[in-house]
């Protein structure tokens, strides 16, 4: 299973998780105060201080991994500009070599024809 397929099902995990722990407290806690003087008021307590926990951790876990994919894509961004500037370094020693050999005004045209696959390339998209 790739990374990103089990971040996704580990996030989809903690949000079902945390959706059976809050039906789980208003059980418990409908049940541990239906017999106080106001249950009512001890009950929506009891249920706003679970439920803003459990909110938290599960908020937590799913910034988290999603943090964390957006850090794994930047990487591969980077990884991909350093191939790029090594392939551009390499293009340029070939032509200033090309350009010192000929220090004459038609020095394009003769780079050109002895370096066509040099000029046919598109510029990089960004």
């Known amino acids: 299973m790739s990374a990103p397929i089990l971040h996704l099902w580990l996030t989809f995990g903690i949000a079902v998780f945390a959706m059976v722990a809050v039906l ?7 049940a541990a ?4 003087d106001n ?3 001890t009950i929506v307590a009891v249920m706003g201080s679970a439920t803003t926990v459990i909110g938290t951790i599960a908020g937590l876990v799913a910034g988290h991994s999603a943090g964390s994919a957006g850090k794994e894509r930047a990487e591969d961004r980077a990884a991909q500009a ?3 500037r090594a392939a551009a370094q390499e293009s340029a020693a070939k032509l200033t070599g090309f ?3 000929y220090p004459e005004p038609a020095v394009l045209q003769k780079a050109r024809a002895a370096f066509p696959e040099l000029f046919e390339k598109e510029a990089p998209q960004s």
């Open 24 to 30: 789980i407290t208003l059980i418990v806690t409908v």
């Open 99 to 101: 350009v010192a050999a």
């Open 39 to 41: 249950p009512a008021e």
């Open 82 to 84: 350093q191939i790029d």
């Open 33 to 36: 105060f239906q017999g106080d």
